[in-house]
């Protein structure tokens, strides 16, 4: 998609807004001159994402909801929270120790957790929130000041993974599909990598795309996925590839001394990611509810981001000694772990009717059903995962 036609489809920005951009524009422009005229795009995508104070997760737009610019399981229905916590029961029952949630956006899931593990006799000792947002984090707390003061107090946010190795349970809902990605064409003598340079016109700084030789980590990334695909890719082929991904669950493992790490995200296994038909990649941007392809508008003010390929996380928490303890759809796991018995038991027929509905948009395969994947690793954890009792999806990795 073009820039004019992403600018056609999307709200017109503020007065506040444009400035924001701007000041953001400037900041990459002077980044992309320090590096020699050329920025890789993983770089563009970290700034446009991350820059203290400018970028999108890091200055203070509303970005989830129907006021927002995307919605998250979380968001649509509490249930979405009410399910993980029975797969967090069981877990912290062997366990015991604390829940770490990174990234908790508006505070809801957790505050649907952390309500259903009190009425499930299973309260974590502590229930941690990564936010390296303090704007978001302040957000969280107000949402949270209406819980119980028993649940309350178990609370606390931090800026940073804790330094010594957790018992329990982490969740990354929607996390891995922002990290900053590198993005390839395949080309005829090799493998070229995009990146983003800057211009000027009119008085405003403009971004385009340039391609240019990958260097010997990307050649070397490309090649291996392309290893396991049943053909070549063909030349003109784009699509991206994280290299982040491995040295985020290796941390992640790390801070993981018993019990399970449970990723959710859109993805797909690498021959899937990677399919021929699929010759221009994952990427996308949301803003106010509109999604599209050009992450060149809008910077700081829209979401920048990609697939998971669920291959890569599973190699990455192989090298860790982490073990794939289960894959499936969201739908799978969410009607494993009891959800039509939730949307059964709660009140009258009007709040059934509601919550029904809210589980369609969850588990039907034109919404989230079957997009979003959920990944369980764990370590030193030999019980079985209710979660993925209705399938298993492993043998596609």
């Known amino acids: 998609m073009t820039a004019s036609a992403a600018h056609s489809m999307l709200p017109a920005l503020s007065a506040a807004e444009q ?41 203070g737009s509303w970005k989830l909801g129907a006021g927002g610019d995307f919605v998250t399981a979380p968001e649509v229905s509490d249930l979405f929270g009410r399910c993980l916590a029975r797969q ?13 949630e990174l990234g908790a956006g508006s505070g809801r899931m957790a505050a649907a957790l952390l309500s259903e593990l009190a009425v499930l006799g299973a309260l974590p000792v502590r229930y941690a929130i990564l936010e390296v947002s303090g704007e978001l984090a302040a957000r969280q707390r107000a949402q949270l000041a209406c819980l119980p003061a028993e649940l309350r107090e178990r609370l606390v946010w931090l800026e940073r993974l804790p330094q010594r190795a957790l018992e329990g349970v982490i969740l990354a809902n929607e996390v891995a599909d922002a990290l900053p990605c590198r993005r390839f064409v395949r080309q005829a003598a090799g493998v070229g990598e995009l990146g983003v ?68 995200d859109y993805g797909l296994p690498r021959r899937h990611y990677y399919h021929w038909q699929r010759t221009t990649g994952t990427l996308r941007c949301h803003f106010r509810q509109r999604a599209h392809e050009d992450p060149y508008v809008n910077v700081g003010l829209q979401d920048i981001s990609a697939w998971v390929d669920f291959t890569r996380v599973a190699e990455a928490a192989l090298d860790v000694e982490l073990e794939v303890a289960g894959f499936a759809t969201q739908a799978a796991c969410l009607a494993a772990l009891g959800l039509e018995e939730l949307v059964a038991a709660d009140g009258g027929e009007v709040e059934r009717a509601r919550l029904a509905g809210e589980a369609r948009r969850l588990i039907l395969p034109e919404e989230m059903g079957e997009a979003f994947k959920m990944m369980a690793l764990t370590r030193a954890l030999d019980e079985p995962l209710a979660a993925f009792a209705l399938q298993d999806l492993r043998h596609l990795l």
């Open 197 to 264: 340079v800057a211009l000027e016109a009119d008085g405003q700084i403009l971004f385009r795309e340039e391609l240019r030789a990958a260097d010997p980590a990307l050649s070397r990334a490309c090649a291996h996925l392309e290893s396991a695909l049943a053909a070549p890719l063909t030349p003109g082929y784009t699509s991206e590839v994280c290299l982040k991904l491995a040295p985020w669950i290796a941390t992640l493992g790390a801070g993981l001394k018993r019990g399970l790490l449970l990723i959710s």
């Open 19 to 59: 400035a924001h951009g701007r000041r953001l524009a400037a900041h990459i422009r002077a980044a992309i001159a320090a590096a020699g005229g050329w920025l890789s795009f993983e770089r563009f995508m970290e700034l446009a994402l991350y820059a203290p104070g400018l970028g999108y997760y890091s200055a």
């Open 88 to 100: 967090c029961a069981a877990v912290l029952r062997v366990t015991g120790g604390e829940i770490l």
